[in-house]
């Protein structure tokens, strides 16, 4: 028989327990955001999904950081909280790169505890899907950010492709091959870097990596094809671990 006695409710928490109840609260919250994207998305589309999104999200992220300062006792101006308008352009850009670790770390952690539990190819199957919903999501976001039209073009897709999370921790090159087409490559992966490191072979990211850019060349401008010029597990130079042709169709 389980002898322990339990809370009766949030009233009677430790400190500890409540400061864990905080944490896990906004953990929560995370996730029914999360939740509630992938519903519209599949009763709606990904297109439709992303719009509602837009606007659930900026109103929710403007309600959230307003209870939040009220409670924490910071100021926010415009929209944002007051520190960080007085942190240096050095210091933003730190907190930055630190943001893009996390959410790799993040992506990291997800295929990982999958892999664990039921093996390689299903966490590649997962990861591939996750792929094929955040490419265009970074995609729409970036576009909103930067006030790029809505077919704006390989000018465009290259100015998008350097505002990604991946463009602060990884180091890619562009290469102008005519007026119609340029190619991208990933000169240095974080991801593969570190296996590298380790003495390990490439991650074959190669599926994920089709799913990733094409879906997001397309978001960024529907003319532009994509085309794998080489990735994990394809052989590669030393100079570079990816690399991807765009090409905007003619007569579009």
Known sequence: ??????????????????????????????????????????QLGGEKAREVEAEAGDLAWDIILKRLAEVLGFEIDHGVPRTLWEKSDEQL??????????????????????????????????????????????????????GLPDRPGLAGLKTALQFRLYAKINEQSFEDVDERSFIFRMN????????????????????????????FAATIDPRITTECLGCPPDEHPPEWFCAWKFTQEEGL
Request: aromatic residues 10%; proline residues 2%.
């Open 93 to 146: 850009q730190t907190l930055l790169k630190a943001v893009a670790v996390n959410w790799l770390v993040n992506d990291g952690v997800w295929f990982q505890a999958v892999e664990k539990r039921h093996g390689m190819d299903c966490a590649k199957r997962c990861n591939d899907t996750a792929w094929a919903r955040l490419s265009p999501y970074e995609a729409t976001r970036i576009k909103k950010l930067l």
């Open 188 to 215: 240095d992966c974080r991801v593969q870097s570190a296996r590298k490191r380790r003495g390990l072979d490439d991650y074959p990211c190669k599926s994920g990596g089709l799913v990733e850019y094409t879906t």
């Open 1 to 42: 028989m389980n002898d322990k006695t339990y809370p009766a409710s949030f009233a009677e928490l430790s400190h500890e327990e409540l400061v864990r109840n905080v944490l896990d609260g906004i953990r929560r919250t995370i996730a029914h955001y999360g939740i509630w994207f992938r519903e519209v998305e599949h």
